[in-house]
């Protein structure tokens, strides 16, 4: 599957081709609660509607990899942000953070998403000489990045301002209409599951992605393999 989706990246401008993850699920999985949200028959919600199945961090290392090097800011973009080049990206993110204090959650929401968004994508090849390298938000502020570098930033971002992990994902997935391998962050809140994408600056509920097909999803407590339900 992952070949067939770096092949259908090829096709695209560089700009446009998420890279695909091509990181096996394997293991004994046991079905996992799914956080507050709109909800199926089973009382859970069905994240692009699947079913999920909670399993070890350790199958994600680039994300533990991540995770520590955060460890040392204690979590926040505000420590480990570079101050100076890229137009300060440590005193533009406070000043951003700081607006957004007294806003509405999907207020929040939208101005994260378009804040990242506005960092141009870059391929991992380009920058790591790898084909799939999952950068810390500093590493992303430098030198910018793919799909699942712009979730990771959102993510430490939102939780900066507040929002509790158990409300995040960084959901990798397979956009089934491009055909090829794609990563959003997902925040649980107001009945849905909202999804923050590079690829567009609106911030839409989950269910109006049909064509996306979750592979798994991460937060700092868990990973979740995800079966489609149809």
């Given at each position: 599957m992952a070949a067939k989706m770096l092949e259908g990246a090829k096709a695209l401008p560089a700009q446009q081709r998420p890279s695909a993850f091509r990181q096996l699920i394997t293991g004994t999985q046991q079905p996992a609660p799914a956080p507050a949200g709109k909800t199926g028959q089973n009382g859970r919600v069905r994240l692009f509607n699947t079913v999920e199945f909670k399993g070890p961090l350790k199958l994600v290392p680039q994300w533990s990899r991540v995770m520590q090097a955060m460890k040392a800011g204690k979590d926040k973009l505000s420590a480990v942000l570079p101050a100076t080049g890229n137009g300060n990206a440590r005193t533009a993110w406070k000043a951003l953070r700081d607006s957004a204090a007294k806003d509405p959650l999907m207020e929040k929401l939208k101005k994260v998403n378009a804040y990242?968004?506005?960092?141009?994508?870059?391929?991992?090849?380009?920058?790591?000489?790898?084909?799939?390298?999952?950068?810390?938000?500093?590493?992303?502020?430098?030198?910018?990045?793919?799909?699942?570098?712009?979730?990771?930033?959102?993510?430490?971002a939102?939780?900066?301002?507040?929002?509790?992990?158990?409300?995040?994902?960084?959901?990798?997935?397979?956009?089934?209409?491009?055909?090829?391998?794609?990563?959003?962050?997902?925040?649980?809140?107001?009945?849905?599951a909202w999804v923050l994408d590079n690829?567009?600056?609106?911030?839409?509920?989950?269910?109006?992605?049909?064509?996306?097909?979750?592979?798994?999803?991460?937060?700092?407590?868990?990973?979740?393999?995800?079966v489609p339900t149809r």
């Amino acid at each position: 599957m992952a070949a067939k989706m770096l092949e259908g990246a090829k096709a695209l401008p560089a700009q446009q081709r998420p890279s695909a993850f091509r990181q096996l699920i394997t293991g004994t999985q046991q079905p996992a609660p799914a956080p507050a949200g709109k909800t199926g028959q089973n009382g859970r919600v069905r994240l692009f509607n699947t079913v999920e199945f909670k399993g070890p961090l350790k199958l994600v290392p680039q994300w533990s990899r991540v995770m520590q090097a955060m460890k040392a800011g204690k979590d926040k973009l505000s420590a480990v942000l570079p101050a100076t080049g890229n137009g300060n990206a440590r005193t533009a993110w406070k000043a951003l953070r700081d607006s957004a204090a007294k806003d509405p959650l999907m207020e929040k929401l939208k101005k994260v998403n378009a804040y990242f968004n506005k960092y141009p994508y870059r391929l991992d090849q380009e920058i790591w000489g790898k084909t799939d390298y999952w950068a810390t938000p500093a590493e992303f502020a430098e030198k910018s990045g793919d799909c699942e570098d712009y979730a990771i930033s959102k993510y430490y971002a939102l939780r900066e301002m507040g929002i509790e992990a158990d409300k995040l994902r960084i959901v990798a997935l397979r956009d089934r209409i491009r055909g090829i391998g794609h990563a959003v962050l997902v925040v649980y809140a107001e009945g849905t599951a909202w999804v923050l994408d590079n690829q567009t600056d609106l911030v839409l509920s989950h269910d109006r992605y049909s064509h996306y097909q979750p592979q798994y999803s991460v937060n700092e407590h868990n990973r979740w393999a995800h079966v489609p339900t149809r």
